[in-house]
């Protein structure tokens, strides 16, 4: 008897021709994920074995891998019954809590000797009575789940739930605007379950915002970066004060956030045009602050020259603070900081802007000339 994780895939089978890139990609990513832990990755079946002593490892490592809905620890053993019964014996005793069970059967051998429902009452007769653990056939508090292949026998009890999505890497590369706060973590996050590489661009005020925010940016891309361990992650920084310091003097006033974010969105924009990307990712959400009504994003989302994507728009702020802090974002989100976003704040913000009045407020500014500028002055930081 051999421990072994069954690794399951959903998504990934309803794709046509393409299937076997997706399955492709699956696997580097598995297989990346995996370094460093002795263990040996096999197809079986339209599904992954992972082959380890190691299995609690290979599962926190398996459990970032987009594209996998399931994963089982499982107990391999040899074809005949009497090792079969021995390995369900041995999963029960390493599983806890066990108040019920049930047993189902997958024979893709049929030449195994006995047919499922035989083989399901023998294991579970053997499970009850030697453990004492009731049978519960319609509401079972455990399944135990035997597979008898042709060429890997195996029996589970319990299934982790995977992320799901598909395989980071098989949707190209978009460049995330990231902010040290609670949402564009989370937007991110969301474009790599839909097979997204992703780079970040932060913006960043000297002297008038402290070292933390740029810290924790950095914090976040290498919380966001095990999610993608087969692909680097880049962090471009934008020292962008002295920007938001002459948009400031731009009239009316009251545009100012509008100004900001359009100049954001061009400077992230030809970061993400260096960095071969194919779209902009923000963590906006419609109505949720002053900048982000209909007739605001409408007016920002005009200055840039590439797909914005927003897979937030339609999310309360508890939806976003319960996927971030099951991603493990949302503690490092909430540590202290300032914010470049808030920074020369008027004091009554525009909610629902007209374009004619933003375009009339940056034609004195050249802002063709400040975006080279602020990306000439722009840094990376490469994310391990």
Same mark, same amino acid.
């Given at each position: 008897m051999?421990f072994?994780?069954?690794?399951r895939?959903?998504?990934i089978?309803?794709?046509?021709?393409?299937?076997h890139?997706?399955?492709?990609?699956?696997?580097?990513?598995?297989?990346?994920a995996?370094e460093g832990i *002795? &263990?040996?990755?096999?197809?079986?079946h339209?599904r992954?074995?992972v082959r380890?002593d190691?299995?609690?490892?290979?599962?926190?490592?398996c459990s970032?891998?987009?594209?996998?809905?399931?994963i &089982?620890?499982?107990?391999?053993?040899?074809?005949?019954?009497?090792?079969?019964?021995?390995a369900a014996l041995?999963l029960v #005793?390493h599983? !806890?809590?066990?108040?019920s069970?049930?047993?189902?059967?997958?024979?893709?051998?049929?030449?195994?000797?006995?047919k499922?429902?035989?083989?399901?009452?023998e294991?579970?007769?053997?499970? @009850?009575?030697t !453990?004492n653990i009731?049978? $519960?056939l319609?509401? *079972?508090?455990?399944?135990i789940e035997?597979?008898?292949?042709p060429?890997?026998c195996f029996? &589970?009890?319990l #299934?982790?739930?995977?992320?799901?999505g598909?395989?980071v890497? /098989?949707?190209?590369?978009?460049?995330l605007?990231? &902010?040290?706060?609670?949402d564009?973590p989370?937007?991110?996050?969301?474009?790599m379950?839909?097979? +997204?590489?992703?780079?970040a661009?932060?913006?960043?005020?000297p002297?008038w915002?402290? %070292?933390?925010?740029?810290?924790k940016a950095?914090?976040l891309c290498?919380?966001?970066k095990?999610w993608q361990?087969?692909? *680097?992650?880049k962090?471009?920084v934008?020292?962008?004060g002295e920007?938001?310091?002459?948009?400031?003097k731009?009239r009316p006033?009251?545009?100012?956030?509008?100004?900001?974010?359009?100049?954001?969105l061009?400077?992230?924009?030809?970061? +993400?045009a260096?960095?071969?990307a194919k779209a902009?990712v923000?963590? %906006?959400?419609?109505?949720?602050v002053?900048?982000q009504t209909? %007739?605001?994003?409408?007016a920002?989302n005009?200055?840039s020259?590439?797909l914005?994507?927003r897979p937030? /728009?339609?999310?309360d702020?508890?939806?976003t603070?319960s996927?971030?802090?099951?991603?493990d974002?949302f503690?490092?989100?909430?540590l202290? @900081?300032q $914010?470049s976003c808030?920074l020369?704040? *008027? %004091? +009554?913000? !525009?909610?629902?802007a007209?374009?004619?009045d933003?375009i009339?407020a940056e034609e004195?500014?050249?802002?063709?000339?400040m975006?080279?500028?602020?990306?000439?002055?722009?840094?990376?930081i490469?994310?391990?």
């Amino acid at each position: 008897m051999k421990f072994i994780l069954v690794l399951r895939f959903g998504e990934i089978f309803l794709k046509g021709k393409n299937r076997h890139f997706f399955k492709s990609i699956l696997r580097q990513n598995l297989l990346k994920a995996l370094e460093g832990i *002795p &263990s040996e990755l096999i197809v079986y079946h339209g599904r992954y074995i992972v082959r380890t002593d190691h299995l609690d490892e290979a599962v926190c490592a398996c459990s970032k891998i987009f594209g996998l809905t399931s994963i &089982s620890p499982s107990i391999s053993f040899d074809k005949n019954i009497e090792a079969a019964g021995e390995a369900a014996l041995s999963l029960v #005793r390493h599983t !806890e809590n066990i108040k019920s069970f049930k047993v189902i059967v997958n024979r893709s051998d049929k030449s195994f000797p006995m047919k499922s429902p035989e083989i399901a009452y023998e294991i579970g007769g053997l499970i @009850h009575m030697t !453990e004492n653990i009731p049978v $519960d056939l319609h509401n *079972p508090g455990h399944v135990i789940e035997l597979e008898i292949g042709p060429d890997i026998c195996f029996v &589970s009890a319990l #299934r982790i739930a995977g992320p799901g999505g598909l395989p980071v890497g /098989v949707s190209g590369s978009v460049e995330l605007l990231l &902010s040290a706060g609670i949402d564009s973590p989370v937007a991110g996050w969301m474009m790599m379950k839909r097979g +997204a590489l992703i780079n970040a661009t932060t913006f960043y005020s000297p002297p008038w915002v402290g %070292e933390e925010s740029l810290e924790k940016a950095q914090m976040l891309c290498k919380t966001l970066k095990k999610w993608q361990p087969n692909n *680097p992650m880049k962090l471009t920084v934008v020292k962008y004060g002295e920007a938001q310091r002459i948009l400031r003097k731009c009239r009316p006033g009251k545009l100012a956030v509008i100004l900001y974010r359009r100049l954001m969105l061009r400077v992230a924009a030809q970061v +993400a045009a260096n960095n071969g990307a194919k779209a902009l990712v923000t963590g %906006e959400s419609l109505g949720q602050v002053a900048s982000q009504t209909l %007739e605001n994003m409408i007016a920002i989302n005009q200055a840039s020259p590439m797909l914005v994507l927003r897979p937030l /728009v339609a999310f309360d702020k508890s939806d976003t603070i319960s996927i971030a802090k099951n991603i493990d974002t949302f503690d490092i989100s909430i540590l202290p @900081h300032q $914010d470049s976003c808030t920074l020369f704040m *008027p %004091e +009554a913000p !525009e909610t629902k802007a007209r374009l004619v009045d933003v375009i009339r407020a940056e034609e004195n500014v050249d802002m063709d000339a400040m975006v080279a500028e602020l990306i000439e002055k722009s840094s990376v930081i490469e994310i391990e």
